[in-house]
C-alpha cells in the first residue's frame, strides 16, 4: 500500500470514528467539569418541539414546561433537544430540558452528541443519580431520536428501595406512553399522535376517566381489563395512560407484558 493511500484510510477512518468517539465520552466529559454547568444537545424524537425555553410540546396538545393557554398560540420549533446539567463535586445536582431552536445557555458547551449516547447517559443518571436529578433526566432521555429506554424504565419503576417516588413515577407515566404506542402500532414511541376524539370516544375516555377517579383503587381491575381487551386502540391508550398514574405492581406488570411482546 502506497503512503498516499495509506494516509488516505488514515483520514477517512478518523472521520468515521469521530462522531462515535465524540459521544462515548460524554459522561466523562461531564465528569470532568467537577463543578458548573454543561450544555449538549441532541436530535429529538420527530414532532418534538418547543420555544428552547419555556415549553416542550410532544404532541397536537402535550405541553410539558412552564405552560399557559397562550403557549398554544406560539411557534412551537422543531429543533434539537437541549440538556443542561449542573455538577456538584464531580456528580450531577441538576438536569434541566429545553427544544427548538438553538438558544445560548450559561455553563460549558459540549455541543452535538447522537441521540442514542445521550439517552444512555441520561438513564444512568435517572438509574444512579440523586433523587432530584435522576426524574429530570427521564425526559430528555424519552425524548431522544432512536433511542430505546423502556427496559431501563422497567428497571427504575420497580426500584422502590433504590429510586424516589417521584422518579418511579415518572417512570411510569413514560412506561404507560410507551406501552400505549405499542398497543397501537407505533412500536418504541411513546409520542402519542393526540388526535381529537370523536363523539363516542370521547364518551368512552370520559367512563375510563371516571373508572380512574375511583376511591382506593376500585376502578384499577377494570382499566386493566380495558387496557387489555378493548378493541379500540385508542380507549386502550386512555386506560393505559391512568395505570400510568397509579404506580401499582399490577400496571407495572402489563407495560412489561405489552413491551416484551
Given amino acids: 500500500m502506497s503512503l498516499r493511500t495509506l494516509v488516505r484510510w488514515s483520514a477517512l477512518a478518523a472521520i468515521g470514528s469521530a462522531s462515535p468517539l465524540h459521544a462515548q465520552q460524554l459522561a466523562d466529559r461531564v465528569a470532568a467539569i467537577r463543578d458548573g454547568m454543561a450544555n449538549f444537545h441532541f436530535t429529538g424524537r420527530p414532532g418534538v418541539c418547543g420555544d428552547g ?13 412552564s405552560y399557559s393557554r397562550e403557549s398554544r398560540y406560539e411557534q412551537c420549533v422543531l429543533g434539537p433537544v437541549q440538556v443542561r446539567v449542573t455538577v456538584r ?19 460549558q458547551d459540549l455541543g452535538a452528541v447522537s441521540a442514542p449516547e445521550a439517552a444512555r447517559y441520561l ?11 435522576s426524574s429530570k433526566a427521564i425526559l430528555p432521555a424519552v425524548l431522544a431520536d432512536s433511542a430505546t429506554v423502556w427496559p431501563t424504565l422497567l428497571t427504575i419503576a420497580s426500584d422502590t428501595d433504590g429510586r424516589s417516588s417521584a422518579t418511579r413515577n415518572d417512570a411510569m407515566f413514560w412506561l404507560s406512553r410507551y406501552a400505549a404506542g405499542a398497543t397501537a402500532g407505533r412500536a418504541n414511541s411513546p409520542i402519542d399522535d393526540d388526535e ?6 370521547d364518551l368512552k375516555s370520559h367512563a375510563v376517566f371516571v373508572m380512574s377517579q375511583l376511591p382506593r383503587g376500585e376502578g384499577l381491575p377494570g382499566l386493566l381489563d380495558i387496557a387489555r381487551t378493548n378493541k ?4 386502550r391508550g386512555k386506560a393505559l395512560f391512568w395505570l400510568g398514574q397509579t404506580g401499582d405492581p399490577r400496571a407495572l406488570k402489563l407495560f412489561e407484558s405489552i413491551l416484551r411482546r
Fill in 232 to 235: 379500540d386502540a385508542h380507549v
Fill in 89 to 107: 463535586n464531580g456528580d450531577v445536582e441538576r438536569v434541566e430540558t429545553w427544544a427548538g431552536a438553538l438558544r445560548r445557555h450559561d455553563g
Fill in 123 to 133: 438513564m444512568t443518571i435517572a438509574q444512579r443519580g440523586s433523587s432530584y436529578a
Fill in 53 to 65: 425555553q419555556r415549553f416542550i410540546r410532544t404532541g397536537r396538545h402535550s405541553y410539558m414546561g
Fill in 196 to 201: 381529537d376524539d370523536d363523539g363516542e370516544e
